[in-house]
């Protein structure tokens, strides 16, 4: 997720774009840039200067401050890495070949491979590693080929171009114009008097002009100086803008309209984990690819081990690929604390593959353990959501997460995003080892992609959970219980609530229920189960009549239909059915908002909860 934003008009563009490339901060922080184009109004000479370096934007202001920042037209840039490190090359703007046409984009190309291939057989040279650099090219290699004006070409280009782009594109010799196109990433059109504004979203905008225009996918925006504003569609049909006033606040736009970063980051979860799938599956065809982890597939299969290495939520999505790696490649997993495997003196052979899985990619134990783990020997694997993280640098390969930036200190869309790509990773490596049928694999694709639907039905449960929540925001304990691929989910709900209400909770596999906590069970202790169709269904059905022999409160995820428990508890979330294996995507989502209003209603911090740190980057 990045942050674009662009401004034509009588004012001088640069103090415009600065700011609000700082309200933008929040989806993406790792490099910055600007292009404006300086006209001399007599000799029409314009001179398009280009300014961009690794950093936040502050960096890129102190970078600016002496250069050139004259003209009234011009683009900027806020960078959350997809491909390409974060560095001055890789920043936003880029380039075309001839350097008279520069663009900034939001979004993944996913064939930018094939593209840049041609492209370079055609003689384009590229300077940096995005995708970005690669549609710039084609556009200008269309519009040279076809002597037709950067508009078109751009309409030409973006039929051939597979993925999510918000791109502006700014031409050297038309001061006069910008071009804009959107798909699958979020634009808005602000609309002054006699100036256009164009942001990623609207709050940059709100305070020139309220009224604004949302780019629909495949639309493309001719932007011209003192002209009326002319969209079409990439198969050439045109379209009436159609123009809303703004009634957001810009606090609330910051977050989306969400009232916090959490909860914005909750509902962003079908996008995130379609992001985080986006041209590494394809069910049609049945193919699995990573490309990132390519090169050392051969040392899983060689692998007579696995560990896991990661702290805190992403800890509970190694315990849900423990269960999925077992499962699906037969490969002996084990889930080690990075805290706790960094000082035990633990046993690493050469052959173990040994997986790293962090949000920030800069947990200090992480890194540490990781680093310990490189010494022996060990060959490392990394899923960061963070691109050129700390992490992410230290492993010998791996594959990120797409979930963009997470604010809130609680994480909820990297963990849904950290499953989503362990449970390709494991499909993958069981292809590869044949120890998955082609039957099995091609449903599990079908029914991975889409889990996103499937949570978006889960958050129309909202008001419900909302319900719930208020009932047990008072509670001093809770317990959370699960079985199988539902024990690391009940963890990570108990997490969830303690974390940002501050009311202490604990998650227990449902079983070990009897080997202790039932101890603990009175009618004052609210007891969340997640008793969803599958192999320990039955099971959990006793564990829950267990409790509520002893008076305890149910509150239970159960799977859509369901009666049986239905019956038995005082509240049921219903969630759609899917795979046994999948089911942490969804059955999390419940738990995490069940969490956030409870801790609202307690008037806790839930973006920033007391005493934590969104990377604990230190011991
Ligand atoms: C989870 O909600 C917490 N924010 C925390 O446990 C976090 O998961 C842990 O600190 C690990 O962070 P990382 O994924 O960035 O390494």
């Keep these: 997720m990045c942050g674009i934003v662009a401004y034509i008009g009588n004012r001088q563009a640069y103090p415009i774009l600065i700011k609000g490339l700082q309200r933008l901060e929040y989806r993406g922080y790792d490099s910055a840039g600007v292009a404006l184009i300086d006209e001399d109004l007599t000799s029409h000479v314009t001179d398009l200067n280009v300014y961009k370096c690794k950093g936040k934007v502050a960096e890129l202001a102190s970078f600016v401050s002496e250069k050139n920042k004259n003209g009234t037209i011009g683009i900027g840039h806020t960078r959350w890495a997809t491909h390409g490190v974060p560095n001055d090359v890789n920043a ?33 040279v590229f300077l940096s590693d995005t995708d970005t650099e690669v549609l710039i090219h084609l556009i200008e290699d269309i519009q040279q080929k076809e002597n037709i004006r950067v508009g078109e070409a751009v309409r030409l280009a973006l039929n051939q171009v597979v993925g999510a782009y918000a791109i502006v594109i700014l031409s050297k010799d038309n001061p006069n114009e910008l071009i804009a196109a959107k798909k699958g990433s979020p634009m808005v059109i602000g609309i002054g008097i006699d100036e256009f504004f164009i942001a990623s979203d609207a709050t940059p905008i709100i305070e020139y002009t309220k009224n604004v225009v ?23 049909k045109v379209k ?110 050469e052959d173990d593959v040994v997986i790293a899985i962090s949000q920030s990619g800069e947990t200090a134990d992480t890194l540490a353990a990781i680093e310990l783990a490189k010494s022996k020997g060990a060959t490392i694997i990394g899923i960061c959501n963070v691109v050129g993280s700390s992490i992410a640098r230290a492993t010998h390969a791996g594959s990120y997460t797409h979930a963009g930036p997470e604010i809130g200190v609680a994480s909820t869309k990297a963990f849904t995003a950290q499953i989503t790509v362990l449970v390709l990773m494991a499909l993958r490596v069981a292809f590869l080892k044949g120890t998955i049928s082609s039957s099995r694999f091609h449903q ?5 992609e889409a889990i996103p639907e499937k949570v978006e039905r889960v958050l129309k449960t909202n008001d419900k959970i909302k319900y719930i929540a208020d009932v047990y925001k008072n509670s001093t304990n809770a317990l959370y219980l699960g079985r199988g691929y539902s024990f690391p989910v009940a963890l990570e709900g108990a997490l969830k609530l303690k974390e940002i209400s501050y009311i202490h909770a604990e998650g227990y596999p449902a079983a070990e229920m009897k080997h202790g906590p039932i101890a603990l069970i009175d009618e004052e202790m609210p007891v969340f189960v997640i008793a969803t169709k599958g192999a320990s269904y039955e099971k959990v059905v006793s564990n829950i009549q267990e409790v509520k022999a002893r008076k ?13 428990v239905k019956e038995m508890a005082d509240y049921t979330i219903e969630i759609p059915e899917t795979d046994e294996i999948l089911v942490p995507l969804v059955s999390v989502v419940p738990l995490q908002l069940l969490s956030y209003h409870i801790a609202v209603m307690r008037g806790c911090n839930v973006d920033q909860p007391r005493n934590l740190a969104k990377s604990v980057t230190v011991e």
Excluded at 220 to 233: C, D, P, Q, V, Y
Excluded at 444 to 448: D, F, G, I, P, S
Excluded at 554 to 564: H, K, L, N, P, S
């Design 552 to 564: 305890g409160k149910i509150i239970a995820i159960v799977t859509e239909g369901d009666t049986q």
């Design 214 to 236: 949302y780019l629909e996918d495949e639309e493309i925006a001719f932007i011209e100086r003192g002209k009326e504003l002319k969209i079409k569609t990439i198969k050439n």
């Design 92 to 124: 936003h703007p880029h380039y075309s070949g001839s350097k008279n046409l520069v663009i900034i984009h939001n979004g993944i190309i996913e064939n930018y491979g094939s593209l840049k291939e041609e492209l370079k057989k055609r003689g384009h």
């Design 444 to 448: 599990l694709l079908n029914e991975l």
């Design 240 to 349: 009436t803008p159609y123009i809303q006033e703004l009634e957001l606040k810009l606090e609330a736009l910051e977050k989306g309209g969400y009232d916090h970063f959490m909860l914005k980051e909750i509902y962003e979860q079908p996008r995130s984990i379609k992001d985080s799938m986006r041209g590494r599956l394809s069910s049609e065809k049945g193919v699995v690819n990573l490309g990132g982890i390519a090169e050392y597939e051969q040392k899983f299969l060689n692998a007579k081990r696995i560990i896991f290495i990661a702290c805190g939520t992403s800890w509970h999505a190694a315990l849900v690929a423990e269960y999925l790696f077992e499962d699906l490649t037969r490969i002996p997993v084990e889930v080690e604390y990075a805290s706790e495997f960094r000082y035990r003196n633990p046993i690493i052979y």
